[in-house]
C-alpha cells in the first residue's frame, strides 16, 4: 500500500499518531447488562455495560477469532471489552474517523496464528499508514460517514416499520384487542370499516378462548412447503443465480441480503424464490437457536437474476384464498410460532427443522376480509421495507466504491472546506 500513496502524504506508524491499546482485558460479555453504555466485543457492538470508559471518537479492533481486524466506528460513550484493541488519533494533523476508514479493511492488518488468528498490540503500534491534509482527511470521514449514517438510518427505519408491523399483527391476531374492545363495549379505535370486520365476542376452541367463527386451522391447509436444493462447493461459482442459505437468515428473523451465494447448478421450478416470498431455516448452528423456524422474506437484490432456495430453507407459498404472504410472515414471527418450531427440532450442535413442524402449525384463522385488511397495510411497510433496503445496497456500493480511491488518494477531495465535520 506504502507505494500507492501520493508523496505528498506523510507516513507514519499508527502508534506515532494515536492510542493504541488493548480493550478492557478484565470484561467480558458475561458482564453485559440489559441497557447502558454500548460495549464491543470482538464480535463488535454487541451488549451494553453499567459505565462507560470512553466518550470520544475511536476506533475498535477485533483481535482475535473469526472476525480478526474487522474494524468498527465507535462514537459518545462506548467501552471495548476482552479480545479487542482500540485507539483514536493523538497527533493535531491526524483524524480518528479518517483512521477508522484508512483501517477498515480486515487485510491490511498484521495477524498471527493460523487456527486462531490474532492481531498483536505491538504489531498494530507498527502498522504503516499515511494521511493528506488533515481538511482532506475530515472531508473523507464525511464523505464516507454520510453513506454510512444514510444506510444505518435506513436499517432503523425499516427495523421500525416491521415492529409497527408485528405490533399490529399481534394486537389483532394474538391478543384480539378490537374483539375484546367490542365485547367490552369499548371502541377499538379503528376506522369503521375494519371494525366491522371483528366479531364481538369469543368462543371456545382446542386453542382455547378466540374469537367467534374464526376456525382453527393447520398450515398445511393453507400453504405449500418446498424443501430448497442441495449444493456441492464447486457449484458455488460467480453467476448471475444465487442460493437464498442459512445466512440469509437474521438472528430471530428477518432476511439478511448479505447472506446469498452463488450458484451454477440445477434447481426445480418450485424451488425458485421470488422476491417477497417467504422462505424458513430449516438448520440452525447458533447456540441459542436464534434462526431455526424463523420466517424471512426474500428481497430483490442487484446482479442476480434468479433466486434458489437452498437445502436449509424451505419455501412457504399461500395457496388459499384466506392466506396473504405478509400475513403468512407476521404469523410466522409470532412466539408461539417460534415455540411450535421449536419443539420440532432436532440435534444438538446442529439443529434440523422435521418436515412436519410448519405444516402442522394451528392457528385461529380470521375471516379472508380481515386477512385482506391487515395484508392491505404489512404488504405496504414490507414494500416499502424492500425499496428502503434497494437505495441502501445502492448506497453500499458507492461507499465501496469510493473508499479505496479515497484512501490511497487515486481520487482526491476538491474544496475539503465545503465539507464541515465536527469529527475527532
Not at 499518531?17 to 470482538?42: I, P, Q, R
Not at 481538511?135 to 444506510?151: F, N, Y
Not at 398445511?220 to 442460493?243: I, M, N, Q
Amino acid at each position: 500500500m506504502a507505494g500507492e500513496w501520493p508523496p505528498s502524504w506523510k507516513r507514519a506508524r499508527l502508534g506515532e499518531v494515536a492510542d493504541v491499546n488493548w480493550g478492557d482485558t478484565s470484561v467480558t460479555k458475561a458482564s453485559y447488562v440489559d441497557s447502558g453504555s454500548l460495549a464491543f466485543s470482538a464480535s463488535g457492538p454487541d451488549g451494553f455495560l453499567p459505565y462507560a470508559d470512553f466518550d470520544r471518537v475511536g476506533v475498535v479492533v477485533s483481535a482475535i477469532g473469526a472476525d480478526c481486524g474487522k474494524t468498527w466506528l465507535a462514537k459518545g460513550k462506548w467501552s471495548c471489552i476482552k479480545n479487542t484493541l482500540r485507539f483514536w488519533a493523538t497527533s493535531p494533523d491526524v483524524d480518528s474517523a479518517f483512521l477508522y476508514w484508512l483501517t477498515i479493511d480486515p487485510a491490511i492488518w498484521p495477524k498471527r496464528g493460523s487456527a486462531q488468528p490474532f492481531i498483536s498490540q505491538g504489531d498494530a503500534r507498527l502498522l504503516e499508514i499515511a494521511y493528506p491534509p488533515l481538511l482532506e482527511q475530515r472531508a473523507i470521514a464525511h464523505i464516507l460517514g454520510t453513506l454510512d449514517d444514510k444506510i444505518e438510518l435506513n436499517r432503523r427505519m425499516n427495523e421500525t416499520l416491521e415492529q409497527v408491523a408485528r405490533a399490529l399483527f399481534k394486537s389483532w391476531f394474538v391478543d384480539f384487542d378490537p374483539v375484546r374492545a367490542k365485547a367490552e363495549g369499548r371502541d377499538p379505535g379503528l376506522p369503521s370499516e375494519i371494525t366491522d370486520l371483528f366479531p364481538d365476542s369469543f368462543e371456545e376452541s382446542e386453542l382455547g378462548e378466540i374469537p367467534k367463527e374464526w376456525d382453527v386451522v393447520q398450515l398445511r391447509e393453507l400453504t405449500d412447503t418446498v424443501k430448497g436444493r442441495s449444493y456441492k462447493s464447486e457449484e458455488l461459482v460467480d453467476s448471475d443465480t444465487a442460493l437464498v442459505t442459512l445466512k440469509s437468515f437474521a438472528r430471530g428473523g428477518g432476511y439478511r441480503p448479505d447472506g446469498l451465494k452463488p450458484f451454477t447448478g440445477t434447481y426445480k421450478p418450485e424451488q425458485v424464490v421470488e422476491p417477497g416470498e417467504l422462505v424458513i431455516a430449516c438448520t440452525d448452528v447458533t447456540q441459542a437457536a436464534e434462526v431455526i423456524g424463523r420466517p424471512a422474506v426474500v428481497r430483490g437484490t442487484a446482479g442476480y437474476r434468479t433466486l434458489v432456495a437452498s437445502l436449509d430453507t424451505m419455501v412457504v407459498r399461500p395457496r388459499h384464498p384466506s392466506m396473504t404472504r405478509a400475513f403468512l410472515y407476521f404469523l410466522g414471527r409470532t412466539d408461539a410460532f417460534v415455540a411450535h418450531t421449536y419443539a420440532h427440532t432436532t440435534g444438538t450442535t446442529v439443529l434440523h427443522l422435521a418436515k412436519e413442524a410448519v405444516p402442522s402449525f394451528k392457528f385461529a384463522l380470521p375471516k379472508a376480509q380481515l386477512v385482506e385488511a391487515f395484508d392491505s397495510i404489512a404488504s405496504r411497510a414490507l414494500n416499502r421495507i424492500q425499496a428502503t433496503e434497494e437505495e441502501s445496497g445502492t448506497l453500499a456500493a458507492l461507499r465501496d466504491a469510493l473508499l479505496p480511491k479515497l484512501i490511497s488518494g487515486e481520487l482526491r477531495v476538491k474544496n475539503p472546506g465545503d465539507f464541515i465535520e465536527t469529527r475527532s
